[in-house]
């Protein structure tokens, strides 16, 4: 089980990015539950930021509420994170997170490369 994400960069404050995360499973069947994004500012605890069942409502961290909107594509494995309204504290290596049971390991939490987002002010 691999996650790629991509997506983070440097931009300034009030403009937009989006990031996407790829889940790939070879050599057993899978089924994806939670998908979700967290992130870790310098010299802070990683947070979680947003997560998203198969089916049903997506839940915000306070901090990002009514600016970031996660989504996910069930049939690509792909979950996605829109991020509007940037702001300099929303700087950090954001992580994407999925809950996936496989036949050969069962259900278990994957985690990927991370990838940094620089808001400037």
């Known amino acids: 089980v691999q996650l790629q994400a991509s997506g983070g960069g440097l931009v300034q404050a009030g403009e937009s990015l989006r990031l996407s995360c790829a889940a790939s499973v070879s050599g057993t069947s899978f089924s994806i539950n939670v998908m979700a994004w967290h992130r870790q500012a310098p010299g802070k605890q990683r947070e979680l930021v947003a997560s998203i069942p198969t089916a049903g409502t997506a839940n915000y961290a306070d901090s990002v509420k009514g600016r970031f909107t996660i989504s996910r594509d069930n049939t690509k494995n792909t979950v996605f994170l829109q991020m509007n309204s940037l702001k300099p504290e929303d700087t950090a290596v954001y992580y994407c997170?999925?809950?996936?049971?496989?036949?050969?390991?069962?259900?278990?939490?994957?985690w990927g490369q991370g990838t940094l987002v620089t808001v400037s002010s």
């Open positions: 997170n999925a809950n996936i049971r496989t036949f050969l390991v069962g259900r278990k939490e994957y």
